[in-house]
C-alpha cells in the first residue's frame, strides 16, 4: 500500500471513532448511513494493504528464487556444454568450438538459450558423451531451463496481481476523500457550538493540508523488479 494510501485509512479509521465517540448528529444528513460506508471503505482499503504486501513479498521471493536458478542453470547445466563443444573437432563439430557462454540477464532469454543447447546436445550425443557429458544432460539442461521459465512466469503473475489490488487501492482511497468531504459537510455546522470539539474534528478530517484530501489524481505504479541479476555476466 502507498503511503498515501496508509494514511487514507488512518483518517478513515479515526473519523469513524469520532463518530462513534462523540454521536455527533446532522440537522440535513443521516450519518448512520455515512458510517456503514465508512466501516465498508475501511475494510476494504485495510484489505487491499494486506494483500498487496503478501503480494509484494511474493514478488520479491520470486525474483530472489528466479536469479537462484538463473545461476544454477548457467554454472551446472549450460558452462559445462560450452566448454565440452570447445574442445570438439572434425569438419562438422568445427561450429560447436565457437559456443560461448550467453551473457543475457533476461531470465526467459536464458531459458530459451538453456533450451536451444539442450537441442544441440541432443544432436550431437555421442560426441558430447565422449567429452564427458552424461548421456541425460540434454534432458537435465531443458528440465533446469523450464523451471527457470516456470518461476519467471510465477512472479510476473503476482507482479500483475500486485498492480491491481493497487489500483482497487487507488479507487477505494478516492472513493474514501469524497466520503469524508461529506461527512465534513454534515457534521461541521452541528460542532460550531464547541470549539474544542470542532477544531479536532477539522485536525481529523485534514488530509494532506486540505479538508478529505480531494479526489486521488495520481495513478498507482509498480516498477518490476529486475529480469535479471544485477552484476554482470561472466564468460565461461
Known amino acids: 500500500m502507498r503511503k498515501n494510501h496508509a494514511h487514507t485509512l488512518r483518517v478513515l479509521t479515526r473519523t469513524r471513532d469520532f463518530l462513534a465517540r462523540t454521536q455527533v448528529t446532522s440537522?440535513?444528513?443521516?450519518?448512520?448511513?455515512?458510517?456503514?460506508?465508512?466501516?465498508?471503505?475501511?475494510?476494504?482499503?485495510?484489505?487491499?494493504?494486506d494483500q498487496t504486501r503478501m503480494l509484494m513479498?511474493?514478488?520479491?521471493?520470486?525474483?530472489?528464487?528466479?536469479?537462484?536458478?538463473?545461476?544454477r542453470?548457467?554454472?551446472?547445466?549450460?558452462?559445462?556444454?560450452?566448454?565440452?563443444g570447445r574442445r570438439m573437432t572434425g569438419a562438422e563439430l568445427e561450429a560447436l568450438r565457437v559456443?560461448?557462454?550467453?551473457?543475457?540477464?533476461?531470465?526467459?532469454?536464458?531459458?530459451?538459450?538453456?533450451?536451444?543447447?539442450?537441442?544441440?546436445v541432443d544432436r550431437h550425443q555421442a560426441q558430447f558423451v565422449s567429452a564427458g557429458l552424461s548421456s541425460d544432460a540434454?534432458?537435465?539442461?531443458r528440465a533446469a531451463s523450464t523451471e527457470l521459465l516456470a518461476a519467471v512466469h510465477t512472479r510476473s503473475a503476482d507482479q500483475g496481481q500486485r498492480v491491481a489490488k493497487s489500483q482497487g487501492a487507488l479507487a477505494t482511497a478516492t472513493a474514501g476523500h469524497r466520503l469524508l468531504r461529506?461527512?465534513?459537510?454534515?457534521?461541521?455546522?452541528?460542532?460550531e457550538s464547541d470549539p474544542a470539539m470542532s477544531a479536532e474534528w477539522r485536525s481529523l478530517v485534514r488530509i494532506g493540508g486540505r479538508t478529505g484530501g480531494g479526489e486521488v489524481a495520481e495513478q498507482e505504479s509498480v516498477t518490476p523488479a529486475p529480469s535479471g541479476p544485477a552484476e554482470e555476466l561472466r564468460a565461461a
Open 73 to 84: 542453470l548457467r554454472r551446472v547445466f549450460i558452462r559445462p556444454v560450452v566448454r565440452a
Open 99 to 120: 559456443l560461448t557462454m550467453p551473457r543475457t540477464g533476461n531470465f526467459e532469454q536464458l531459458a530459451s538459450t538453456g533450451n536451444a543447447f539442450a537441442d544441440l
Open 182 to 191: 461529506l461527512i465534513d459537510a454534515l457534521v461541521d455546522p452541528s460542532l
Open 27 to 49: 440537522l440535513v444528513g443521516d450519518l448512520e448511513v455515512q458510517r456503514k460506508e465508512l466501516d465498508a471503505l475501511i475494510t476494504q482499503l485495510a484489505s487491499f494493504g
Open 57 to 71: 513479498q511474493a514478488s520479491r521471493s520470486g525474483t530472489l528464487a528466479a536469479r537462484q536458478l538463473a545461476r
Open 138 to 141: 540434454a534432458a537435465k539442461l
